[in-house]
């Protein structure tokens, strides 16, 4: 155990939940992998109708006037959390990116896949609007009800990489994503 953490449980309160259209989570854990219930082009085909989705995230009430100066920001960066994830999701190590079995078995941290220990999932999108503790996105991925832990600004040197290198199996990922 690490000195500096004494082993405590970390709790995470929402500060929002998810309306969206998605109802159900394209890639799916299974006791040793993850599965798209689609093949790879249809799941680009979705991911381009995804870019154009616009959702709503809700926030908690108790949080009123947090999203005050939002609306100077074209863009956030919302962290959630896969709430459809079953448990035994949460222990697999080692999977086939987005499910496909011709990429390599590598392990959960090398992908952006929900199934992983502490499951937060984080995506940058547009905001379309901001009424009251309503923000209005385009592009999220989430599914309905998901909780929202977190929002934060997206800012180009914050967020920002240099010489950014992929596996190339990602490449091949986004290359296909981006195709459509």
Request: glycine letters at 6%; hydrophobic letters at 40%; aromatic letters at 6%.
């Amino acid at each position: 155990m690490n000195e500096k953490f004494s082993g405590e449980k970390i709790i995470l309160k929402p500060v929002g939940y998810i309306r969206s259209d998605i109802k159900s989570p394209s890639l799916k854990a299974g006791n040793d992998d993850i599965k798209l219930d689609k093949g790879l082009e249809l799941a680009a085909q979705e991911s381009k109708y995804i870019k154009s989705l616009k959702s709503e995230i809700l926030i908690n009430p108790e949080y009123e006037g947090i999203l005050d100066g939002l609306e100077d920001f074209s863009h956030v960066v919302v962290l959630y959390w896969p709430h459809l994830l079953p448990a035994s999701g949460r222990t697999i190590k080692k999977v086939h990116p987005i499910g496909q079995k011709k990429f390599p078995l590598v392990g959960v941290f090398s992908t952006c896949s929900p199934a992983r220990p502490n499951p937060v999932l984080v995506t940058v999108v547009r905001i379309r609007e901001i009424k009251g503790n309503s923000l209005i996105v385009q592009g999220l991925e989430a599914v309905d009800g998901s909780p929202v832990i977190d929002i934060k600004p997206f800012t180009r040197t914050y967020c920002n990489a240099e010489d950014v290198r992929l596996a190339d199996w990602m490449e091949q990922i986004e290359k296909a994503m981006s195709d459509l």
